[in-house]
């Protein structure tokens, strides 16, 4: 059963034709900022939320740009969740994300995107591309303790099971990371946005690979610094605060893990021109990013506003069609379709446990942000459009065996039961910002 459950209740202003041809997965309530109670969808879903509006504006800011005034609204406590969870309310909206993409304004929102000129859209040159990794990732270091792994992974997972912990899942990624790189002992490695460092240490201490790891945040570099100076063999690895476009070396192995949505639609052929350039003849390269599944790419307006500017999500068909600018060759492409879904989910929950910690560090409309951007990322990745893609590239044909077999076998040989215990990459918690509370 579909669309309102009693004659009673009362008319939304404009919301209600809108929720009505939209909600068709999920119960959805609404209560306005006059108390009136209006409810869509499936009356017999377990799927249900209750949410209300406090702003008697809303109804018309949600129509007119759904994700900027919902997600604004949720931080300012303009709308809060009465019934349900807030991941329980994305879902319902996300899981009819097909319905509301039909919506004529959405359509036509499209269309203007489209026909806006290719010179007024922002660029990511040097200066703004470090103002946008400052944003995000010079927060304070005792946030992403609250909520990431030990190693402090800040990206996507790798659950070969599903049934994996996060950390035991992380550690699975890098695994598949460094099969696929077909590691060697002494290769050069260059990790391009090298976060705190976890993935440039694995490679150095598990492969004997020398790695040169780069990041455009300050509070990363001196972290992952640190933690290279604390780790047996930390003369195989070096980080810098540099631009991949400033670098003038080349290298047997190149990672990427995280990075390339920030680079921007404008700059796909020059990221991957300088791949070609820095990658040796008979070397790998390997990309790891977020990814979306249309004919173009974008970025969420709210996501766009508080989280991560300058940010781009492209399609598989716009990066293919860089790649093939830069002439290397694509010799393996995956698509881990709900490993994101997953890892957000771990994210997530420990964020809700340690909350009273994160707002004593920040304050509560900061913790309604996080919470909503890593809900509303979770989702995504479970119903919307969203997955992670991996490229392996490289010059020649050849550079990697025929088949995938190798990848396997790595993984197997490298499982932590099957090789010796190594001291642990880990940000030691002596060593982390103290955590207020």
């Not at 009356?43 to 249900?48: G, H, I, P, T």
């Not at 890098?174 to 050069?188: I, T």
């Not at 492209?314 to 698509?335: C, H, K, R, Y």
């Not at 979770?378 to 997955?387: A, D, K, T, V």
């Amino acid at each position: 059963m579909r669309g309102s459950t009693e004659r009673s209740e009362a008319k939304l202003p404009i919301l209600t034709g809108l929720l009505e041809s939209i909600v068709r997965r999920g119960h959805l309530t609404v209560i306005d900022w006059r108390g009136r109670k209006r409810s869509f969808g499936d009356l017999s879903s377990r799927l249900r939320a209750t949410v209300r509006l406090h702003d008697r504006l809303l109804p018309w800011k949600i129509a007119l740009q759904p994700s900027l005034a919902v997600g604004e609204a949720y931080m300012d406590g303009r709308l809060t969740i009465e019934d349900g969870t807030l991941r329980d309310f994305l879902e319902i909206v996300t899981s009819n994300l097909q319905a509301i993409d039909q919506q004529p304004l959405q359509r036509l929102r499209r269309r203007l995107a489209r026909l806006r000129p290719q010179a007024l859209r922002p660029r990511n040159h040097r200066r703004r591309a470090r103002s946008s990794a400052a944003h995000h990732y010079d927060l304070s270091g005792s946030l992403y303790s609250l909520f990431l792994d030990d190693d402090r992974q800040y990206s996507c997972a790798y659950f070969p099971t599903g049934e994996e912990t996060l950390e035991e899942a992380q550690a699975a990624k890098k695994r598949h990371l460094a099969a696929k790189l077909l590691l060697r002992p002494g290769d050069q490695v260059l990790d391009i946005g090298c976060g705190w460092g976890g993935l440039a240490l694995e490679f150095a201490r598990t492969a004997g690979a020398k790695v040169k790891g780069i990041t455009l945040s300050k509070q990363q570099l001196d972290v992952a610094r640190q933690r290279a100076n604390q780790t047996e063999g930390s003369d195989q690895v070096s980080f810098h605060l540099l631009d991949y476009r400033e670098i003038d070396e080349q290298f047997d192995r190149i990672v990427s893990v995280g990075m390339f949505e920030h680079v921007g639609r404008a700059h796909f052929d020059e990221f991957f021109d300088s791949v070609a350039r820095m990658l040796k003849p008979d070397g790998v390269a390997l990309i790891h990013s977020i990814g979306r599944r249309a004919r173009k790419g974008g970025s969420d307006p709210w996501v766009s506003k508080y989280i991560f500017p300058g940010s781009y999500i492209p399609a598989i068909s716009e990066v293919m069609a860089a790649v093939e600018q830069s002439g290397l060759w694509a010799t393996d492409v995956e698509i881990l379709r709900l490993h994101y879904a997953e890892t957000l989910r771990h994210w997530f929950e420990r964020f809700q446990q340690s909350r009273a910690k994160a707002r004593a560090i920040y304050d509560e409309r900061f913790c309604r942000m996080w919470e909503y951007y890593l809900a509303g990322c979770e989702m995504g990745f479970r119903h919307g459009n969203l997955m992670v893609f991996q490229i392996q590239l490289a010059h020649e044909r050849d550079a990697v065996p025929l088949t995938r077999d190798y990848i396997t076998d790595y993984e197997r040989q490298n499982r932590p039961s099957n090789r010796r215990r190594m001291q642990s990459p880990v940000i030691a918690r002596a060593d982390r910002e103290r955590v207020p509370g």
